[in-house]
């Protein structure tokens, strides 16, 4: 038995090492948000963060998690959203980024770590930072605009509303102040 923290909770998984920590998060835990893409960590579907660093979960085996925090699109939703989760995914809606959404929870987590890493990604950062998630319906341009989008809300934002660790939870979203 192994403890992981996922999404801020300790839980049992009962898998082998070798076990890709895609398939412990869909199959044992329910947490059904990562997609399976391709399996060979070239699409990004796939993608969780471990410890805050986007992380392809498809070719991660359950060994090599070890202490770190595990963090599902799951985790970046509901009531364990920070500022800027919440930023990016109100931004997704506003600018109407999905097509058929397959890659969206992938692409979310990426947008997600940049704008937590930097608070004014250039074009060029935000393309890089999104290099290697493939979006089958080449939503490409909305999936820019709509980080372009959160990072204009992160920036409206208090500092102190925008951090997961220590700060508020709240987002000036929250109560309409943006």
Do not use: F
Request: charged residues 20%.
């Amino acid at each position: 038995m192994i403890m992981l923290s996922v999404n801020g909770k300790q839980v049992p998984v009962d898998a082998a090492a070798d076990t890709p920590l895609l398939w412990v998060l869909r199959d044992q835990l329910g947490l059904t948000g990562t997609k399976y893409g391709c399996g060979i960590a070239i699409c990004g579907a796939c993608i969780v963060h471990l410890d805050g660093v986007p992380t392809r979960s498809c070719v991660t085996p359950l060994s090599s998690v070890g202490d770190r925090k595990v963090t599902t699109i799951e985790g970046v939703s509901g009531p364990l959203a920070d500022g800027v989760s919440r930023a990016v995914q109100e931004a997704w809606v506003k600018v109407e980024t999905p097509q058929c959404g397959y890659c969206q929870s992938g692409q979310v987590m990426v947008a997600v770590a940049l704008l937590r890493s930097n608070k004014t990604p250039s074009d060029a950062d935000i393309d890089s930072a999104m290099n290697g998630n493939v979006c089958r319906c080449a939503t490409y341009l909305r999936i820019r605009a709509a980080i372009q989008e959160a990072t204009r809300m992160v920036q409206a934002a208090a500092p102190s509303t925008l951090t997961a660790e220590g700060g508020s939870d709240r987002h000036p979203l929250d109560d309409g102040l943006a």
